[in-house]
């Protein structure tokens, strides 16, 4: 059964968020055995998965620390799927004093943490022959979004621009690399924020859900022959 992750082994980072939860018990359901990671034990998602049934670890690192994200995946026996999914979007303004600062963290979160993380898992990926990357985008990185401050574009515009370069560099050892680039999602990085849904061709934001479903069609064998693609799961906001 292609769409099947019976017998995998996935990492997924940011585990303890909304993408990150539901991909989670999506990824479960379909027979993974999950390695959740978070700058805290995602010990919540954890528990409700073990109580259905599914093999759970959890680790807690920040993706920022080059040295953490490589001792955790040495640490990891077998990988089959990695999803790089933590994230940070912050809600200012580019004329705030303290705007710089800000920046640094955004992109330190967004584009370094997924080298740091990315970086060693190709290693242990290349002894394997074979494996898959699912990095976790966003619209704003195809065409600024419809609330994102620049930094944050500027992060996942890298992010959409490292699976082109990543997946050449994968794919002769069996591995494949993509992205999917969500639109506006009802999870906790939007809280309190007020987008315009008559923007947005379908008329509403996703589902947690709706984004988890197509990351873990790329962790599948059912993407087998797909290979440095950005999927677009945005309600129509940015058509491709």
């Known amino acids: 059964m292609p769409f099947s992750l019976t017998g995998k082994v996935v990492v997924i980072t940011g585990a303890a968020g909304g993408i990150g939860s539901e991909t989670a018990r999506v990824c479960a359901g379909l027979g993974a055995s999950l390695i959740l990671a978070d700058r805290e034990d995602p010990l919540e998602i954890a528990g409700e998965l073990r109580a259905a049934g599914a093999s759970v670890q959890t680790c807690a690192f920040d993706v920022r620390d080059r040295k953490a994200c490589e001792d955790f995946l040495q640490r990891v026996p077998r990988l089959d799927v990695i999803v790089a999914n933590a994230g940070y979007c912050p809600w200012d303004d580019w004329n705030d004093p303290d705007w710089d600062d800000v ?50 574009v500027i992060a996942k515009g890298g992010i959409n621009a490292l699976v082109k370069w990543l997946a050449r560099k994968a794919a002769p050892y069996g591995i494949t690399v993509n992205a999917v680039a969500p639109g506006a999602t009802a999870t906790n990085m939007v809280r309190d924020q007020v987008f315009d849904e008559q923007a947005i061709p379908l008329g509403r934001m996703a589902s947690p859900r709706e984004i988890a479903l197509p990351i873990a069609f790329l962790c599948s064998d059912a993407a087998s022959y797909i290979c440095g693609t950005i999927l677009d799961v945005n309600g129509g906001v940015y058509m491709n």
């Not at 920046?103 to 740091?116: M, P, Q, R, S």
């Not at 898959?132 to 419809?146: C, E, F, P, Q, Y």
């Open 103 to 152: 920046f640094h963290e955004t992109v330190d979160i967004n584009a370094l943490g997924v080298i740091n993380l990315l970086r060693p898992g190709l290693d242990k990926m290349m002894q394997q022959r074979g494996g898959r990357m699912v990095l976790v985008s966003s619209v704003a990185g195809r065409m600024g979004g419809l609330r994102a401050s620049p930094h944050y």
